[in-house]
């Protein structure tokens, strides 16, 4: 079987977004590198890569309607929910008929971002 290798993202500022991710999620650079004008990282998800790409125009204009976002199942999920508080992350809240709670925010770039208290693996 197949298995996830990296999601690629396109953000406008690299040092930036590497902070976001690690401190709110403790994801760890591994590795740093330019394709031509971009300038890429790839971030340790525990299970595949996140993929950071800064290069000139991004992240450009996002297609109209919320049509994809990254979902994270989050461990420490009351934790993560203070910390998006702390930095006045604007969420929304969630509980699912089964009890299990999603939140649902922006990372620096509009990216939308659900963490999960209890993943689907």
């Known amino acids: ?23 709110m999620f403790g994801f760890k650079v591994i590795n740093r590198f330019m394709s031509g004008e971009a300038k890429i990282a790839t971030l ?9 790409v800064q290069r000139p125009g991004s992240p450009g204009t996002p297609p109209v ?9 989050e461990p420490k999920f009351n934790e993560t929910v203070a910390k998006i508080d702390s930095k006045g992350i604007e969420k929304r809240l969630i509980t699912q008929a ?11 770039d509009g990216h939308t971002i659900e963490i999960m208290e209890n993943g689907f693996l």
């Open 1 to 23: 079987m197949a298995k996830l290798d990296h999601i690629g993202v396109y953000i406008s500022n690299l040092e930036k977004s590497i902070k976001f991710y690690e401190e």
């Open 44 to 52: 340790d998800m525990g299970g595949g890569l996140l993929e950071l």
């Open 65 to 73: 309607g919320n049509w994809s976002h990254l979902a994270i199942y």
């Open 98 to 108: 089964n009890g299990n709670r999603l939140c649902f925010f922006n990372d620096p």
